[in-house]
């Protein structure tokens, strides 16, 4: 169940923090605020979807899907946008503060992923990848 969280965490942060040209109803984001619009619109479905799966699915498979989410979030934008500089989250220069706040944010879900996943496998003495078994 922990790998298809990690599955459906990177399959749908790719999708959604990787649209080149925004749209919200067939409107382009062309400005500043539109560009950071779009991006809050898609950590509005990421987090209506975290509350989805942490509802409907066991405990591994939303602890798995957030440190996918946070290894999107953190490993892409360090690697792919800042020493590659393949790509931005916008074409603005609202991305130079943007994507530091993702990477922060990225990193805290990895860790909180991680550690919550520890905590439930001590508790309930199961084996665990992280420590061994």
């Known amino acids: 169940m922990r790998l298809l969280g990690i599955l459906a965490g990177f399959i749908l942060a790719d999708s959604f923090f990787h649209i080149i040209e925004a749209f919200a109803a067939g ?6 605020a539109g560009r950071i619009g779009a991006v809050v619109f898609g950590m509005a479905i990421l987090i209506l979807l975290m509350g989805i799966f942490k509802r409907f699915f066991s405990a591994s498979f939303f602890q798995g899907f957030i440190v996918a989410a946070g290894l999107f979030l953190s490993f ?27 990477v922060v944010f990225g990193s805290v879900f990895v860790w909180y992923g991680i550690r919550r996943e520890q905590q439930n496998n001590k508790f309930n003495k199961k084996p665990s990848m992280f420590r061994g078994a």
Not at 27 to 32: C, D, G, R, T
Not at 81 to 102: M, S, V, Y
């Open 27 to 32: 409107l382009k984001a062309e400005s500043a």
């Open 76 to 102: 892409d934008i360090i690697v792919f946008h800042w020493i590659f500089q393949l790509h931005r989250i916008t074409n603005g220069p609202e991305a130079n503060w943007l994507e530091p706040i993702l």
